[in-house]
Every structure is written in structure tokens, then in C-alpha cells.
T-cell receptor
Framework: GQQVMQIPQYQHVQEGEDFTTYCNSSTTLSNIQWYKQRPGGHPVFLIQLVKSGEVKKQKRLTFQFGEAKKNSSLHITATQTTDVGTYFCAAPGGANNLFFGTGTRLTVIP | DSGVTQTPKHLITATGQRVTLRCSPRSGDLSVYWYQQSLDQGLQFLIQYYNGEERAKGNILERFSAQQFPDLHSELNLSSLELGDSALYFC?????????????FGSGTQLSVL
């Protein structure tokens, strides 16, 4: 099935610092989604990227889809304690299922 | 609240036992996905159903089975349980299960096999 590699696995930042997580695929993706899972919670959809080179912003979050549609990134500017959680990218596999990356667990130190 | 309901929230059982996890999708959603999340692990896709029919299968063990009923709720059956089956099991639903649809997740069932 589809495999998406995500790095880093863990990231600790001081509150106010920036944070970036990267998602890479060996194959071209039709689209990519990002989810956030708060500690003790369930994954919640953040955004979907479809077009080559697409950039979308949600307040302090910036999502990018690579020109070759094989990689994506999520950047958070000036992290806050509310940003704590695990961020997953997810990409369609064959037969309409959705495969998730390994996730990046973000810890924000006040 | 995502609108997806999973029961029970917690389940504690012994090795060799059999359990059933239940999921009710959002109103109007026809497709249900099951995922397994072990400690510090990502989300492993198990199986997908659409309108009662199996649509896609992931890394689901032979000891595990699932079905989707006419009222669209789904059940995941885990048998001959092993310690390694301890995990958080999520159900998610979408309208039609097509590629690119966003998933709405339930709160999960935490399974502990002792």
C-alpha cells in the first residue's frame, strides 16, 4: 500500500518558536491531507492539498504541497501550548483507502 | 463532536478472548474505516466498508474481522486476543469513501489485553 514517511518523529520547541513537519512519498500523490491528534484525543482533519505547489494557510499554520506532489510540509509559526499534539499526514492508497504517516509529536515548552 | 460514535470507550480482557467493537458513523455517511493505533505508533489502516460491502483491506490479521450492517453501523471483531493487540482502535466515517474525502473519527476504543 501507499507509504508516506514523516519526519521528525518528535519535536520539542519553546513556546514562540516555529515548528515544521515533513511528509515524503516515493510515488506521486493525488492529494494529501493533514490531521491533528491532541493527547488523549482522536485525529481531527485540518486540511487537504490537491494541486502541485499548493500553499494554504490557517492562521499560524502553513501547509505546502510539493511541485512533484511527492512531499508536503506543515509549518507552525510562533507555537503556542494549544499546538501540542501529534500531526499526521495522510495520502490515498489504492482502492480509496487512506494511509497515514507515522506522525510528528509536538511538545511545546511554556 | 465528530458525530461518529464508538463503544465501548474502554475494554479490558484476557489473552485468548474475543471482543466486539462497535461504531456508528455520522448521519448520512455510508463508508466506515477501522484503524489501529498502538502506543507511540501511527494509525494502521485495517479495513474499509461502503454501504455494507468490504471495499478495501489493509494490514488486518486473520484473527480480526469486521462487517457493516444495513443500518450502516459497523463492528470489528477481534478473536484469540494476544498481548500485542492492546491498542486504541478508531473508527472513522466519510460520505462515500472516495479518495480525497476527509475522515471523521470517533473517540476510539482503548483495548487492554492482560
Amino acid at each position: 500500500g501507499q507509504q508516506v514517511m514523516q519526519i521528525p518523529q518528535y519535536q520539542h520547541v519553546q513556546e514562540g518558536e516555529d515548528f515544521t513537519t515533513y511528509c515524503n512519498s516515493s510515488t506521486t500523490l493525488s492529494n494529501i491531507q493533514w490531521y491533528k491528534q491532541r493527547p488523549g484525543g482522536h485525529p481531527v482533519f485540518l486540511i487537504q492539498l490537491v494541486k502541485s505547489g499548493e500553499v494554504k494557510k490557517q492562521k499560524r499554520l502553513t501547509f505546502q504541497f510539493g511541485e512533484a506532489k511527492k512531499n508536503s510540509s506543515l509549518h507552525i509559526t510562533a507555537t503556542q501550548t494549544t499546538d501540542v499534539g501529534t500531526y499526521f499526514c495522510a495520502a490515498p492508497g489504492g482502492a480509496n483507502n487512506l494511509f497515514f504517516g507515522t506522525g510528528t509529536r509536538l511538545t511545546v515548552i511554556p | 463532536d465528530s458525530g461518529v460514535t464508538q463503544t465501548p470507550k474502554h475494554l479490558i480482557t484476557a489473552t485468548g478472548q474475543r471482543v466486539t467493537l462497535r461504531c456508528s458513523p455520522r448521519s448520512g455517511d455510508l463508508s466506515v474505516y477501522w484503524y489501529q493505533q498502538s502506543l507511540d505508533q501511527g494509525l494502521q489502516f485495517l479495513i474499509q466498508y461502503y454501504n455494507g460491502e468490504e471495499r478495501a483491506k489493509g494490514n488486518i490479521l486473520e484473527r480480526f474481522s469486521a462487517q457493516q450492517f444495513p443500518d450502516l453501523h459497523s463492528e470489528l471483531n477481534l478473536s484469540s486476543l494476544e498481548l500485542g493487540d492492546s491498542a486504541l482502535y478508531f473508527c472513522a466515517s466519510t460520505t462515500s469513501g472516495g479518495a480525497g474525502e476527509k475522515l471523521f473519527f470517533g473517540s476510539g476504543t482503548q483495548l487492554s489485553v492482560l
